[in-house]
Nanobody, 122 residues
Framework: QVQVVESGGGLVQPGGSLRLSCAASGSIFRINAMNWYRQAPGKQRELVATITSGGSTNYADSVSGRFTISRDNAKNTVYLQMNSLKPEDTAVYSC????????????????WGQGTQVTVSS
């Protein structure tokens, strides 16, 4: 079994910072891309940031220059550093890990964390 657990959400004032963490554990052969998504009330889920196994990154236009995604392969963990937060960043943030489990050959399965609430408000 594979588990993905997020942490680090909370309430922050506009202009503030938060760091989200997402750790994968279990029967993991390889972690491929890791992604952060968010979904605000009444809106569609949005891909916020992606990091490949090689460390290449990509960001949504709405967060580029303010958010930074990084990963620690030794800890099977991905981070999302969020700076200059705005009220429109308020959402549930979810981690997605594209993992090849042990014993599954070349298969890549999607695993999701439980989501963490980020609220930006004064």
């Amino acid at each position: 079994q594979v588990q993905v657990v997020e942490s680090g959400g909370g309430l922050v004032q506009p202009g503030g910072s938060l760091r989200l963490s997402c750790a994968a554990s279990g029967s993991i052969f390889r972690i491929n891309a890791m992604n952060w998504y968010r979904q605000a009330p009444g809106k569609q889920r949005e891909l916020v940031a992606t990091i490949t196994s090689g460390g290449s990154t990509n960001y949504a236009d709405s967060v580029s220059g303010r958010f930074t995604i990084s990963r620690d392969n030794a800890k099977n963990t991905v981070y999302l550093q969020m700076n200059s937060l705005k009220p429109e960043d308020t959402a549930v943030y979810s981690c997605n890990a594209r993992i090849t489990p042990i014993g599954r050959g070349l298969a890549i399965d999607d695993y999701w964390g439980q989501g963490t609430q980020v609220t930006v408000s004064s």
